[in-house]
């Protein structure tokens, strides 16, 4: 079977480590794991006498009560543990598609997805999220006649994320039944990655598609919301046979969760301990996001932005004469500094920035990234667009 790369997840793994500066990570600073096991009561010598053989595949059973207990109404047999939320994806989609099946997929977005999609059904028709000024304000809003266009009799799924990556945005009640009533229209799933959910600047947990359909299958995790990325545990969310026949593809790919990730996720989704550890990671994000949307700001002659609902993330339109990957490529060679870039989110002359780390380290990458626009500016200035003026449209960088 051929795929296409996964070019950012490729870019960020080869790169990550070796630049001073790295503002390509979307979730915030990772929490230890004493501070865990702290939250979790403080007993160590529990947790050091840990066996390492396998754990329980499908995710202990206290593991998946306290995960269920994240969606209202939800039992032990509506979860499958999975080795990160790239995995619940990766199980997902691998156990509902077949060649010939269409998929409609959300853009901008993390494309894990789109790749997936492709490979196995040969054929991902996207749909988009698009500036829109609502109230006064502009946010990132669905385009539902692009949605109905996408979704077709043959399309076996539609896969969201919300809260979504890279807009920060968080589609409203009237938009979530918007994509319900084209799963009802079509029969599709709706494959919902919602691990950014936790994470929302306002302090209030986004909805989750978790009972809005009876073919909804919820994708999510540990690694953002909760800054536990290194954990590697992730699930599935969904109706019990579903679950189960997706636990049957995931026998072939890693079998259980790691013994030790176990033990320390069901801290960290003991609900109470889940909301402590979910006001830690907004504080980071209230804290951060106004630096950076302080540089941005100062610099609206080049850059505009929606400002996120949720994430360390600001996706921000650029007007420097650039592609985004070339750009990109510049400020890291050249500044050592790591972005995404939107070409690689499904969105031309946008790039992304993490914020959600050490707050200094950011400011000192984001002065190098002054230096490089002041180069290119210098070298043909060209006219500001209105804040959130409308992407221009391109297909996605890695399809081909
Ligand atoms: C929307 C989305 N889903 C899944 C993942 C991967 O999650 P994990 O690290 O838990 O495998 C990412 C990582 O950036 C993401 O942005």
New binding site residues.
């Given amino acids: 079977m051929r795929i296409d790369p996964f070019r950012m997840e490729r870019m960020q793994s080869t790169y990550e480590n070796y630049v001073e500066y790295n503002l390509s990570e979307?979730?915030v600073h990772p929490m230890r794991t004493n501070e865990l096991l702290e939250l979790g009561g403080g007993d160590v010598e529990r947790f050091l006498g840990t066996e390492l053989g396998y754990s329980q595949s499908n995710g202990t059973e206290e593991l998946r009560d306290r995960i269920a207990a994240f969606y209202d109404g939800a039992k032990r047999a509506n979860i499958l543990v999975t080795?990160?939320?790239?995995?619940a994806?990766f199980a997902t989609l691998w156990s509902l598609l077949e060649r010939g099946d269409r998929v409609a997929f959300m853009l901008p977005?993390?494309l894990?997805g789109w790749g997936l999609s492709r490979a196995f059904a040969g054929r991902a028709d996207a749909f988009r999220l698009v500036p829109r000024r609502e109230g006064g304000t502009m946010r990132w809003a669905l385009d539902v006649d692009g949605l109905r266009r996408a979704v077709t009799k043959k399309t076996r799924a539609i896969v969201v994320?919300n809260p979504n990556?890279p807009t920060g945005g968080i589609l409203t009640d009237a938009e979530m039944d918007e994509v319900v009533r084209a799963a009802r229209r079509s029969g599709a799933f709706i494959v919902a990655?919602e691990?950014?959910r936790g994470a929302e600047v306002s302090g209030r947990t986004a909805p989750s598609f978790w009972g809005r359909h009876d073919r909804v299958l919820v994708?999510s995790?540990?690694?953002?919301a909760f800054g536990l990325?290194g954990l590697?545990i992730?699930w599935v969310a969904g109706p019990a046979a579903a679950v189960a026949r997706i636990w049957s593809y995931r026998d072939y790919t890693t079998i259980a969760p790691g013994m030790l990730s176990d033990y320390l996720g069901r801290i960290a989704m003991d609900p109470k301990r889940r909301e402590a550890i979910f006001s830690r990671t907004r504080a980071i994000i209230r804290r951060n996001l106004p630096v950076l949307e302080g540089w941005l700001n100062s610099r609206q002659d080049v850059f505009s932005y929606i400002a996120p609902q949720a994430g360390a993330i600001v996706f921000a339109r650029y007007t420097l004469p650039i592609g985004s990957l070339a750009l990109v490529d510049r400020l890291r060679t050249s500044k050592s500094v790591l972005v995404c870039a939107g070409d690689q989110l499904g969105a031309a002359r946008h790039l992304r920035f993490g914020f959600g780390y050490d707050v200094d380290s950011m400011q000192r990458g984001l002065e190098r990234i002054a230096e490089t626009v002041a180069e290119l500016r210098q070298a043909r200035p060209r006219r500001a667009t209105s804040p959130g003026s409308r992407p221009r449209r391109r297909a996605v960088a890695g399809a081909r």
């Avoid at 080795?83 to 995995?87: L, W, Y």
């Avoid at 995790?221 to 953002?224: A, D, I, P, Q, Y």
């Fill in positions: 979307s979730g080795n990160g939320g790239s995995e994806n977005n993390y894990q994320t990556n990655d691990i950014y994708t995790g540990l690694s953002k990325a590697r992730g």
